[in-house]
């Protein structure tokens, strides 16, 4: 079974500041990747994929499979990147179209 | 727009009566998923709609039920909803193992 750890609750960062949300997961096979970020009172939307390679708002995430880890970083915080952040995993094979999530991290980016 | 429209954002129920949610989609994805979150807690698949096939997680309660009468409409229905149950549901949409889902704003339900 797929499984994915967000260790921090919560994390604090002044604007400006570098920024690293930590995701970790446990899955046997080749699994696809996303961050999903989630705005006050705004519906959770995708921010981005491992397989996009894309920098999304500034965030970059590396998917490295020798630690298993997928975390999200961006050089310099803005205040409106303040929100709760999940990471999911999708498992490949028969069921990949189902996402598997941590249990977030809320990110506050202070002024 | 297209998107994901969950009624009612917030839905009081009495403990042991039975309470649906609903999610419509414009999309016309062929996937269709119910989540359940508690605070602090990840969001939690109970179910989903693979076109018409109806797939259960193992761990779900039976007291947990979901009809899709077509593809734009998706429901929940609690048959005897307990404290426990009281949680944000969110409905999501996909195509296939498209790149993403489109996840609706949520039903926040409370049990009394």
């Known amino acids: 079974a797929q499984r994915v750890t967000q260790p921090e609750k919560l994390l604090s960062v002044f604007k400006g500041a570098p920024v690293e949300l930590k995701c970790n997961y446990s899955?046997?096979?080749?699994?696809?990747l996303f961050w999903y970020v989630q705005y006050s009172r705004q519906r959770l939307q995708l921010l981005l994929r491992?397989?996009s390679r894309e920098s999304i708002k500034g965030f970059t995430a590396d998917l490295n499979k020798g630690e298993t880890s997928f975390h999200l970083k961006k050089p310099f915080a803005q205040e409106e990147d303040s929100a709760m952040y999940y990471c999911?995993?999708?498992?490949?094979?028969?069921?990949?179209?189902?996402?598997?999530f941590g249990k977030g991290t809320l990110l506050t980016v202070n002024p | 727009d297209a998107m994901v429209i969950q009624n009612p954002r917030y839905q009081v129920t009495q403990f042991g009566k039975p309470v649906t949610l609903s999610c419509s989609q414009t999309?016309?994805?062929?996937?269709m998923y119910w989540y359940q979150q508690k605070s602090s807690q990840a969001p939690k698949l109970l179910f989903h709609?693979?076109?018409?096939?109806?797939?259960n997680e193992a761990d779900t309660p039976d007291n947990f039920q979901s009809r899709r009468p077509n593809t734009s409409f998706c429901f929940l229905d609690i048959r005897s909803p307990g404290l426990g149950d009281a949680a944000m549901y969110l409905c999501?949409?996909?195509?296939?193992?498209?790149?993403?889902?489109?996840f609706g704003s949520g039903t926040r339900l409370t049990v009394v």
């Open positions: 999911a995993l999708m498992a490949s094979g028969g069921s990949n179209y189902k996402l598997t």
């Open positions: 999309l016309n994805h062929n996937v």
């Open positions: 491992h397989i």
């Open positions: 709609y693979y076109d018409k096939d109806f797939n």
């Open positions: 999501a949409t996909s195509r296939d193992s498209g790149p993403g889902y489109t």
């Open positions: 899955y046997s096979g080749s699994p696809e």
